[in-house]
């Protein structure tokens, strides 16, 4: 057994451990999804009737929304520049503007979902709505859980122990690729569910 | 990397912080383990009860059928509806409380992060949060028992719409999200550690046996359990609001037509239960075969016989296992021509499978066998996992599963797979690493005593199921004696229980010998079974963060008898 050059090579990935573990969790989170979105194909297609989604969901705040969820995308990578940039006062603004989106976007929701049980609509009505009632409540709940996750980096902003840790860019970069996750579920939802 | 924060430091922690609520993978390692072998004592006594009913159908369950309540059990003899919770119990306990938080949580927790030379997990506080979402999970699943409706009852797979209909199936749902989200963290920590903490020196392929088959069934937990998560989901709904993804419409239930909107399709929930449920299955089995892998080159005293070739097989296992889960539904009424590709890719998959096998019995050649404890098992593991593998085949084509399916040859198959080569490659782990984890040694006599027993028992419990099936009794049946068919083989049924209840009494020598051993055993020093990887280049049992300084890899994972060195193992660790 010969020593080679082979000896010490280098045996790590150059990802850090929690942006390679917030990877990770996306590709579950995508299967996740994936899962929902062909057992919904699979519905659909075995069914023997289904509504044009424009003529049974609300459209025009389903649109706002998409609208909404975007602008927020844009606003957690200025917060991310920010924290770069050790700009505090900058990325407070950012991320409480994020924040801010994200709840509009469920207020948005929660009048669209009023809308539907005032008509004496609910998940049990049809598969159709079965399927948007699951679908767009899954997204809601990781909507919410991108909500904790946000506030708990805008309040850990207000100490300047976090600014001197070394991990807290990480974690915002973290907590920024899985809100965009969140919304690029919402860009297959919508169309999806309201569109096609 | 958040390591930092978790404090290796020189300060004496509490006890709670040491012993129950402790971030140290080694002590998680051994909660799984404790936590794990319980479950799965729990589950073999609800199937020494289930045992009784086929072996008996209709005698009153001796000293124990008193004790539960008289609508599961009146006059002590078992109702239908406690037989068919405790199958499914049995079931799930056994797969996902028992065997996979062992052969995962409990050996993969204490051996990966040692095996690569780390100081612990990549995040320490996630491992203690799926060590605690499991244990919620488990506890949950028990607790259904007492609950009003009773535990589910429509077996480990829960198919709809029995599943949708039937009391006490919500509560198996939310505690398999519990057990699933635990998994997910799990797998997540598993694939970070070994991607970025292994010590300088440590390259993928210096990587011993088991840490490659943790990865690769990380990827399986990782990739396969989400959809079971969003199948789960969808039965909640169809159970909690009256939704119907997996309810048909004009479903007639005892003479009533359901109410539900309908429309929906049963069959998606079995193709998105086996989608997780078979990968399980390579969860089940990869783990155990490293520790195989790892027992046989330390007691032949020589390099396994191709390495790469075993790590490639596994890596073929993990991929090819998402494209074969249809093989379980061939006669559920799905397409026949998507039949014949899971016929195909079944056959495939059991090609890399035997490769492991035939260079595990290559490794045998031309050793110097040391017959220690722990090498009986990964001996018996051979022909006796090998058996529960070939009579998968006519399983897996359509032609002879047909007659196949849903019989007690099916039980036979899987249990020879999962109890004779699983739990027993876990059984034998269990002598070989025990000196690491308490730092003495098992009683041999003893080992060897249950490790006959057991092999023997195991062997009467699940040998007399083949015959049984091709004589075509049907599994999950109440009371076997109902068809008259049954009643030639009904005396087989009587070994089977007999053989089950043996089995029970060989696990008691075990048992004390673990307790006994953990206080009394012989002490040991750091290597006692002269092997060459990590874990045992570090004191018995390590300390918190494991090694004094990071140590350095020079070599691969399995130098035994090399030329020209005075000992006869080369550790990884040793600069020359």
Redesign the interface.
């Known amino acids: 057994m010969i020593t080679t050059a082979m000896d010490n090579p280098d045996t790590h990935s150059g990802v850090s451990n929690a942006k390679l573990g917030v990877w990770l969790f996306l590709c579950s989170e995508i299967m996740l999804f994936a899962t929902l979105f062909t057992s919904y194909i699979v519905l659909r297609t075995g069914a023997s009737s289904w509504p044009w989604g424009w003529d049974a969901l609300n459209v025009p705040l389903g649109t706002l929304n998409t609208a909404i969820l975007i602008s927020s995308s844009v606003t957690i990578v200025m917060a991310y520049a920010r924290a770069y940039d050790k700009d505090v006062k900058g990325f407070r603004l950012w991320m409480g503007l994020t924040l801010l989106l994200s709840f509009a976007f469920l207020v948005v929701k929660g009048f669209e979902y009023h809308g539907e049980f005032a008509k004496g609509i609910w998940p049990s009505t049809s598969l159709f709505y079965a399927c948007y009632f699951t679908l767009t409540g899954l997204h809601g709940i990781h909507i919410l859980g991108g909500i904790v996750v946000n506030s708990s980096l805008l309040y850990m902003s207000f100490k300047k122990e976090h600014w001197d840790n070394p991990l807290f860019l990480g974690r915002v970069e973290g907590a920024g690729l899985y809100w965009h996750f969140v919304d690029i579920v919402w860009i297959f939802l919508f169309p999806a569910l309201y569109l096609l | 990397?958040?390591g930092d924060?978790n404090g290796h430091g020189a300060h004496e922690p509490s006890f709670w912080r040491k012993y129950v609520f402790s971030v140290d993978h080694k002590v998680i390692g051994l909660q799984y383990m404790m936590t794990a072998m319980s479950f799965l004592m729990v589950g073999f006594a609800l199937m020494l009860l289930m045992r009784w009913q086929l072996a008996w159908p209709g005698a009153p369950i001796p000293f124990f059928g008193r004790l539960f309540p008289p609508d599961l059990a009146p006059n002590g003899v078992m109702s239908g509806e406690f037989y068919n919770s405790l199958g499914a119990m049995h079931g799930t306990i056994m797969v996902f409380l028992g065997v996979v938080p062992l052969a995962v949580g409990a050996y993969g927790n204490y051996l990966l992060p040692l095996q690569i030379g780390a100081p612990d997990m990549?995040?320490p506080r996630l491992n203690m949060a799926s060590y605690w979402l499991f244990l919620g999970g488990g506890l949950l699943m028990l607790s259904s028992f007492m609950m009003p409706g009773g535990a589910a009852q429509s077996g480990w797979t829960s198919y709809p719409p029995l599943s949708i209909i039937n009391p006490g199936q919500t509560v198996w749902l939310f505690s398999m999200v519990l057990i699933i989200t635990s998994s997910?963290l799990g797998?997540?920590?598993f694939?970070?550690t070994a991607?970025?903490?292994?010590?300088?020196?440590?390259?993928l392929w210096r990587l011993p046996v088991f840490c490659w088959a943790q990865m690769v069934t990380s990827v399986l937990l990782?990739?396969?359990?989400?959809?079971l998560?969003?199948?789960a989901?969808?039965q909640v709904?169809d159970r909690v609001?009256?939704?119907?993804?997996y309810m048909p419409k004009g479903l007639v239930v005892l003479g009533h037509v359901s109410t539900?909107?309908?429309?929906?399709?049963p069959l998606?929930w079995e193709h998105?239960f086996w989608?997780l449920a078979h990968p399980e299955v390579y969860v089940l089995v990869l783990p155990p075969m490293g520790i195989v892998a790892e027992i046989i080159a330390n007691n032949t005293r020589k390099p396994l016989h191709g390495y790469k070739t075993i790590v490639v097989s596994m890596i073929s296992i993990g991929v090819m296992s998402f494209l074969v889960w249809a093989h379980h539904m061939f006669i559920s009424g799905m397409s026949p021509a998507l039949s014949n590709f899971f016929l195909v890719t079944t056959m495939i998959i059991s090609v890399p499978s035997v490769a492991i096998l035939t260079c595990l019995i290559f490794s045998l050649k031309g050793g110097s066998i040391r017959f220690t404890t722990p090498m009986l098992y990964a001996l018996a593991f051979l022909p006796l996992f090998g058996i529960g593998g070939l009579t998968g085949l006519p399983l897996g084509l359509t032609v002879t599963d047909i007659y196949l399916h849903d019989t007690y040859y099916v039980i036979g198959h899987f249990h020879f797979v999962v109890v004779t080569g699983s739990i027993l490659a876990l059984l034998g782990g269990t002598y070989h690493w025990f000196p690491k984890w308490f730092g003495r040694k098992m009683n041999d006599t003893l080992g060897k005593v249950h490790f006959w027993g057991s092999v023997v028992c195991m062997i009467g419990v699940f040998g007399p199921m083949f015959p049984m099936g091709l004589a075509g009794a049907s599994r999950r049946l109440y009371d076997p004696t109902a068809q008259v068919h049954n009643l030639i083989v009904q005396p087989l049924n009587v070994v089977s229980t007999v053989f089950a209840y043996g089995l029970f009494l060989f696990q008691l020598p075990f048992i004390w010998n673990f307790f006994h051993s953990m206080f009394r055993g012989e002490k040991t020093e750091e290597n006692p079974w002269h092997a060459t990887t990590l874990e045992w280049a570090c004191p018995s049992p390590p300390p918190h963060g494991n090694f004094d300084k990071t140590p350095?890899v020079?070599?691969g994972p399995y130098?035994y008898s090399?030329p020209g060195r005075k000992t006869d193992y080369?550790m990884q660790t040793d600069p020359?």
């Open positions: 990397m958040s924060s990549a995040f997910l797998s997540i920590n694939l970070v991607m970025n903490m292994r010590a300088p020196g440590m390259s990782l990739l396969a359990f989400p959809p998560e969003a199948a989901f969808l709904m609001f009256h939704t119907s993804f539900v909107s309908g429309g929906g399709q998606l998105l989608f350095r020079h070599r130098e090399a080369w020359a």
